[in-house]
């Protein structure tokens, strides 16, 4: 581990920071009176209405449009994304990623209607498909084997870090009339500044370089990464696997063969998985489930704030553990330990939170403590290991287009919740967070069957080590070896 590696990871991270502070910034965006006066006062209508429902006040599809257009838009652009990272690198990838953020959060702070804020939201959007796709393989690449998964776990951590500023933007800015939301949507735009500069002074990842047969550069940057002059084997390593992927005309085409599955069907379904473990749907609409339960509307934003903040440190406690539990024990401890929480909030709600009026204050605390505990629970698991794991399984030729799939997977599921939710709160009512235990049950029995263990394991060593003596997924490599097997006798 490397000053120069630790530097790198910094700067490429901060693109988790603006995806962090978009996811954050919406929930509290869209719980201030003068945004939904400007954009949407139908909203505003029903919320001040002293008769509100508490599960359905803030039930408004272009309400929900405004945070899950980034979703859309980001889906889509994962895919130019990873023709990006390889044809030009995951440098440039990242640098284009800082231009979409700019140009974004300057149409959605200085937005006058409507269509200006979708518009900028959408160019939020394919920041975060650029940025989500380029940085977690570039955290990768960089990493030595025993250190990678805490280094790319900044990448989460940066995310929760985004989560709690917007949180704290959103408290202070709440106050500001009548252009706290605007003060408070431009804020991204900082971090977009630091990513677009830093970005300057980090290196291309010798993957990279080499994959594009800038062979001499990719050993200059492996020394400088390594901080040794002795690198000879693992430039060996990572010419043999570029040699490999230089065979693979379409890797979208490859990604459908048998020895492809395991990685691509376990990257789509921890996509899957993680949005529909209910993170988002907590962590977008925080303020207003905080309110729904009987804070105020700061101390809505408040509340977010102490959740937010429990979200970043359980992040830490996930970059010490990965690489010594290692990730399987991460992902079956959580989904016990989510399942509790969101069956002990459930039950609280169906109980004693009626249609109108509020939880008493004994039932308002014990729910905000338990989604505290969720998070937790989250932040150190399930959250990480869902960009972590399909970085790390794919083989170099399928590697940026399994990515790309696992990026627009992500996309799209946190769209479908983002989109989806509020109306689900207003339908279901308390039955929603039944409904996302259910799904913990089922992604906890797949973790345990099908999740392998991959720690410690050199990134370009997958097939050998983890996915051959795998119970299941052997089958597919055998399969793989006897077609070749069936090709050699034929030529």
Same mark, same amino acid.
């Given at each position: ?33 003068? =945004? ?19 599960? %359905? ?76 796709? *380029? ?20 990448? @989460? ?15 202070? !800015? ?67 696997? %570029? #040699? ?22 376990? &990257? ?23 309110? !729904? ?48 929480? @969101? ?22 605390? !014990?729910?905000?403590?338990?989604? %505290? ?32 799939? *696992? ?18 709160? %207003? ?16 992604? &906890?029995?797949?973790?345990? =069957? ?9 990134? #370009? ?29 034929? #030529?």
């Amino acid at each position: 581990m490397t000053v120069y590696v630790f530097v790198c990871v910094m700067i490429a991270a901060v693109a988790g920071l603006i995806f962090g502070y978009d996811i954050g910034v919406s929930g509290g965006v869209t719980a201030m009176d003068d =945004f939904l006066k400007d954009f949407f006062p139908a909203v505003w209508e029903r919320k001040k209405h002293v008769h509100e429902n508490n599960y %359905c006040k803030y039930d408004n599809q272009f309400l929900q449009l405004f945070t899950s257009s980034l979703y859309l838009a980001a889906l889509v652009a994962s895919f130019l994304a990873s023709a990006s990272c390889s044809k030009l690198g995951r440098k440039p990838t990242m640098q284009l990623a800082s231009i979409f953020f700019l140009l974004g959060v300057g149409l959605t702070a200085g937005a006058v209607n409507l269509i200006m804020l979708i518009f900028g939201r959408i160019l939020l959007g394919f920041g975060v498909g650029f940025g989500n796709q *380029a940085v977690p393989l570039f955290l990768s690449e960089i990493a030595p084997a025993q250190l990678r998964g805490g280094l790319n776990i900044v990448f @989460q951590l940066m995310v929760t870090i985004g989560i709690l500023i917007a949180n704290i933007v959103n408290y202070f !800015t709440a106050t500001v009339h009548p252009y706290g939301w605007r003060i408070a949507l431009g804020g991204a735009g900082i971090p977009a500044i630091i990513l677009l500069f830093g970005s300057l002074i980090i290196c291309e990842t010798p993957t990279s370089l080499i994959e594009r047969n800038k062979n001499e550069e990719g050993k200059k940057a492996l020394r400088k990464i390594r901080g040794v002059e002795d690198i000879n084997d693992e430039y060996e390593s990572i010419v043999h696997a %570029c #040699d490999i992927a230089s065979q693979v005309k379409d890797p979208y085409r490859k990604l459908l063969k048998p020895a492809s599955r395991p990685p691509f069907i376990i &990257g789509m379904l921890l996509q899957l998985f993680q949005q529909f473990t209910g993170i988002n749907a907590i962590m977008f609409y925080a303020p207003v489930l905080f309110q !729904t339960v009987g804070f105020g509307s700061d101390a809505a934003l408040l509340s977010a704030v102490v959740t937010g903040s429990i979200n970043v440190l359980s992040t830490f406690v996930g970059i010490y553990l990965v690489d010594r539990t290692g990730r399987r024990f991460l992902l079956l401890q959580s989904s016990v330990h989510m399942l509790v929480c @969101q069956l002990i909030i459930g039950i609280i709600l169906a109980k004693d939170l009626g249609t109108t009026g509020t939880l008493g204050k004994p039932q308002a605390i !014990t729910v905000v403590i338990f989604v %505290c505990v969720y998070v937790m629970g989250f932040a150190w698991s399930w959250g990480p290991l869902g960009w972590l794991i399909p970085s790390e399984t794919f083989p170099l030729e399928t590697r940026s287009a399994g990515f790309a799939v *696992a990026v627009s997977c992500n996309m799209f599921f946190t769209f479908v919740i983002a989109q989806a939710f509020l109306s689900m709160l %207003c339908g279901m009512r308390s039955g929603i967070f039944f409904f996302f235990s259910a799904w913990i049950i089922v992604m &906890g029995l797949f973790a345990m =069957f099908f999740v392998p263990e991959t720690k410690g394991v050199a990134i #370009d060593d997958m097939r050998e080590s983890v996915w051959k003596p795998h119970w299941f997924w052997k089958r597919y490599m055998l399969a793989e070896d006897d077609h070749h097997d069936v090709e050699k006798r034929t #030529d």
